[in-house]
């Protein structure tokens, strides 16, 4: 496959392109498996195999893909790639550039001590059906657990003479509880396995004994959740537990500071951003006590891929130091586009975010891991003991964001009333909602290392065609001052 | 561009030459037999998918892709145990899809069986065989095979797609604004079978959907947008959609912006805005699945079917023979024919669409339609029939709402919700623009909505609702263009950072 694909991009440059690369997804399989009130409700076995071209011509990109294996197919998805550059460079203000990287031959792994997909159906479904029937309870309705087990090889080969090969394993996995409360209305409590930043991501996971304590938490929780009262209307200081806080991070730094997004081309769906270009190195974005990072080079994540789509080695790079915005989410062109545009060197290297969901779409700004720095602020005891009039928050139950991320609106599954640095009792219902710097300049406590936890994302959607993108936030449980709550 | 038409065709020829739909059908009709030969009890689905975008941002052309997808989908079962699975694969490729069939079947002896698990009930069959390939609707009334494939969307030239946001470009030339949007188009297939039957039942159309945004870089970066979605090219109007940016864009630049205080406001809603509001109502209150697990806005025991849920001014049908709906399909991907499907009649809730067998032998109903490819029209009204018509028709202060971002539930099982206004919200009072307006968040409930309703415009137009998730699967709802509610709850606006 690497010969065809050398191949193909020598021809591809003696056709006009530029710059050329492939994605070839050569092993590309998910098994699925759930669980619901003791039955097995689903089990999957889906495979694919594809390639995605994507080439420079006129400085235009243009870029097909196709899942006919063979060279002259290939040749021909090549052919419509630059046949499409050529017509978008029809329309045209600025050519794109693509920053300088490395060249490299090199080779990625997700650090995996059991592959999933090695271990026996059989195996697999009797661990599911034991954590499940641990979650069940008479006064649930439904309760059950999901496994996706991801694997993919994927070769990429560009035109300046970079091989890269990587070889990912992920897991997607998660417990869900619903029961009626004493309104007849439904509430629920879901838990995302979450992933150890410094560990592996196979099958051990799934067989460690912590996950009867998830199981018996969430049955704890849930039925509590039944008889608590409504969260009421005011302003307090909100602590975001990290499930929580990886929300808030993804939504209101994350996708706030994707670069293409900052330039102004998802307007047209997912929206822009309230950053401007000149904010870089100056605006307060949020209070001292932030730090944040889109790093790529955690050991283990689903964010974790080694290299990016533009074949650039990941990288952990600071966004916002001591609350100053510093750098963005970028590509090769992106960093490109916005220095010429500001007339100024802001970026100067790709952060090594350019992803794409699939060998069939182009790859464009993504979360890697969107992480927050732990503090000095204590425990989470410490945090709540410091709290004179707060609520303790923890899971997205919804979520609603300004089309320029410069407000939200945030539904919890659970939360805790909080009075003079004890948990008085448990609330349901519970939403908050604010503007996006003013949020972030209120961070007054950052819980320490005890606190941060890696929460996995498997369903971030961008991008047109939509694409789905696999990250994580390492974050602590955060306090934050004064927040409308319950409205 | 003949040189794209040379190698889109050998490509498209390559795949395609061996994948006419007649050919689809009767390699699922091969695999049928072998697994019917083989003892096997199952089903088999083939979805492709040939798709084109161009998408625009500052004012060029940032992405051309096409895409090309065939995938088939296997579910097996023997008594009460299950399995599933999906591969990509070729025409040709009848060898991988049995080897596929057969890894699968070994799968399935591990599977735990499923006591409320149901036997597998054949597809619809056709009485005849009458697959018309052609550039119109011609679905014999007693058939169930459908091609409503439009031959230029099928075979586009990206430049055609190029040149809407060039001819917008052109237009708005000596204005400061940016030209982002999207423009795709393409066709979808799909054709079932499974082993109770012998015949393969299938699916053909192509589809367009475009949008355009105007951010205009002297006036604080204020965004307006424009949409259409269509099946046949000669439907697209690029005029048209250019003359509607014009007008907004004139509204925007010569009225003053205003905070308005939060509360309840009369608003009209454009039909982006209420067709968005009608889907996410529809997802908590017409699907059956959620209303049997009660994860809808309805409970089971204050709400059934036959109950007034709306205002008697709201009535919503999908009907496979409407003219009026855009991608209607007889069949669902299910298999199962799709009947005329009122789903609420002044105000009444008539139906809910059971699609999921798994759900529903769960809940021991019985699946009547497949609201995956669903097509839903809101009847119209007697309401304003133009938007200089609709600005005249209010005399009270009244809210402008053209498009609402990022709608979500805040709590689904009271219908409350959450979004923001975007793209241009106006003032409108004594039959005049007053003012534009900061992005507003509404914070409210379908109940209230969907109940408060004043009046729905005369005219019908029609909103993209596909999603760009997977696989192409256009979808539409039928929507008056504007539909006036009354006491919305507005909490807020993005005035702070806005
Ligand atoms: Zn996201």
């Keep these: 496959m690497l010969d065809k694909a050398k191949k193909l991009i020598t021809y591809l440059k003696t056709k006009g392109a530029d710059y050329a690369d492939i994605r070839i997804h050569e092993v590309d399989e998910e098994e699925r498996i759930s669980t619901m009130n003791g039955d097995i409700e689903d089990y999957q076995l889906n495979s694919k195999q594809g390639y995605g071209i994507r080439v420079l011509v006129n400085g235009a990109w243009g870029f097909s893909s196709s899942e006919i294996m063979s060279f002259d197919a290939m040749i021909a998805t090549g052919e419509i790639a630059i046949e499409k550059a050529q017509s978008a460079s029809d329309f045209i203000k600025q050519s794109i550039n693509l920053a300088e990287k490395e060249t490299l031959i090199d080779s990625y792994h997700s650090p995996c001590e059991i592959d999933p997909f090695s271990v026996s159906t059989a195996d697999k479904i009797a661990r599911l059906q034991q954590l499940d029937k641990q979650l069940q309870h008479e006064k649930f309705e439904y309760s059950g657990l999901y496994c996706h087990f991801y694997k993919r090889h994927i070769l990429y080969v560009d035109s300046d003479g970079s091989e890269i090969k990587r070889q990912l394993i992920e897991i997607d996995a998660g417990y869900f509880a619903y029961a009626t409360d004493k309104e007849g209305h439904k509430q629920r409590r879901t838990f995302n396995m979450p992933q150890n930043a410094n560990g592996t991501t196979g099958w051990e996971n799934i067989i460690n004994d912590q996950q009867f304590d998830h199981t018996l938490r969430i049955q704890t929780e849930l039925l509590a959740l039944l008889d608590a009262p409504v969260c009421e209307k005011e302003i307090c200081d909100v602590i975001l537990l990290p499930e929580m806080m990886a929300l808030q991070t993804h939504e209101t730094i994350g996708h706030a500071l994707e670069l293409d997004r900052i330039l102004g081309y998802e307007l047209s769906y997912a929206g822009g951003s309230h950053v401007e270009l000149e904010d870089f190195g100056q605006l307060q974005f949020g209070s001292e006590k932030l730090t944040a990072r889109a790093d790529g080079t955690v050991q283990n994540s689903p964010g974790s891929i080694g290299f990016d789509d533009d074949g650039v080695k990941a990288r952990n790079v600071t966004l916002i130091e001591k609350g100053r915005l510093q750098d963005a989410i970028t590509s090769r062109q992106m960093i490109m586009e916005a220095n010429d545009k500001a007339g100024k060197v802001i970026f100067t290297a790709s952060g090594a975010t350019s992803r794409s969901q699939n060998y069939s779409n182009l790859p464009i700004e993504r979360m890697n891991n969107i992480n927050v720095d732990a503090g000095q602020d204590g425990s989470l005891q410490d945090i709540i003991a410091a709290t004179k009039n707060g609520l303790l928050m923890e899971s997205p139950r919804s979520w609603s964001i300004g089309s320029n991320r410069e407000n939200f609106h945030f539904a919890t599954e659970i939360a805790w009333k909080i009075k003079d640095g004890k948990i008085t009792n448990m609330v349901r219902n519970a939403t908050y909602s604010g503007d996006s710097l003013p949020f972030w300049r209120s961070l007054d406590m950052v819980g320490n290392q005890s606190t941060w936890e890696l929460q996995p994302v498997f369903h971030c959607g961008k991008g047109q065609p939509n694409q789905i993108m696999r990250l994580a936030h390492g974050v602590p449980a955060c306090r934050f001052s004064n927040v409308q709550v319950g409205k | ?498």
């Design chain 2, 1 to 498: 561009m003949q040189t794209q038409d040379k190698a889109q065709d050998k490509v498209i020829r390559s795949a395609a030459k061996k994948s006419t739909m007649q050919s689809v059908k009767m390699q699922l009709e091969q695999i049928n037999q072998f697994m019917q030969a083989q003892g096997i009890t199952g089903s088999v689905a083939y979805e492709q998918e040939t798709s084109h975008m161009v998408r625009c941002g500052r004012s060029q052309i940032s992405l051309n892709v096409s895409e090309q997808g065939e995938k088939y989908f296997i579910e097996l079962q023997q008594g009460k145990q299950k399995v599933a699975g999906s591969t990509t694969a070729q025409i040709d490729e009848l060898d991988k899809l049995k080897t596929f069939v057969l890894s699968l079947n070994e799968k399935l002896v591990f599977m735990p069986e499923v006591a409320h698990r149901r036997p597998m009930m054949p597809i619809a069959q056709a009485t005849l065989d009458n697959h018309v390939d052609s550039t119109t609707d011609k679905t014999l009334t007693n058939g169930l095979d459908k091609c409503k494939v439009d031959p230029a969307l099928a075979n586009l030239d990206s430049k055609r797609l190029v040149d809407l946001f060039k001819q917008c470009a052109e237009y708005f030339k000596n204005e400061n604004v940016e030209i982002s949007g999207a423009f795709s188009a393409g066709i979808q297939r799909y054709a079932v079978i499974n082993t109770l039957v012998e015949k393969a039942l299938s699916y053909e159309g192509s589809d367009y959907n475009v949008e355009m945004v105007l951010q205009l870089l002297d006036h604080d970066k204020k965004e307006l947008r424009v949409s259409d979605v269509g099946h046949a090219l000669n439907q697209f109007d690029s005029e048209k959609l250019i003359k509607h940016l014009a007008k907004m864009y004139q509204i925007k630049t010569q009225t003053p912006r205003q905070e308005i205080t939060p509360g309840e406001y009369d608003v009209i809603f454009y039909a982006d805005a209420f067709a968005d509001l009608t889907n996410y109502m529809g997802y908590l209150t017409l699907y059956g699945e959620s209303y049997e697990y009660g994860m809808g806005m309805l409970q089971k025991d204050k709400h059934k079917v036959g109950n007034k849920l709306f205002s008697d001014k709201l009535s919503i049908v999908d009907d496979p023979e409407d003219t009026d709906i855009l991608f209607n399909r007889p069949v669902g991907r299910n298999g199962i024919k799709r009947p005329h499907f009122p789903l609420i009649s002044e105000g009444v809730l008539n139906n809910l669409f059971y699609s999921e067998k798994e759900d529903c032998d769960r809940f021991n109903v019985a699946l009547n339609n497949d609201a995956n490819v669903a097509g839903m029209k809101v009847q119209t009204g007697t309401g304003p029939a133009t938007f200089d018509e609709m600005v005249k028709s209010c005399v009270k202060p009244t809210l402008f709402i053209p498009y609402i971002h990022y709608m979500n539930f805040t709590n689904a099982a009271k219908g409350e919700f959450t979004g923001t206004s975007r793209f241009g919200t106006f003032l409108i009072e004594q039959g005049a623009i007053k003012a534009h307006l900061y992005n507003q968040r509404i914070n409210d409930s379908y109940h209230n909505t969907f109940n408060n309703i004043e009046w729905l415009s005369s005219t019908l137009t029609h909103i993209n609702t596909s999603n760009t998730y997977g696989m192409r699967n256009a979808a539409s709802i039928a929507c008056p263009l504007f539909v006036k509610v009354n006491k919305v709850k507005i909490t807020g606006s993005n005035k702070q950072n806005g």
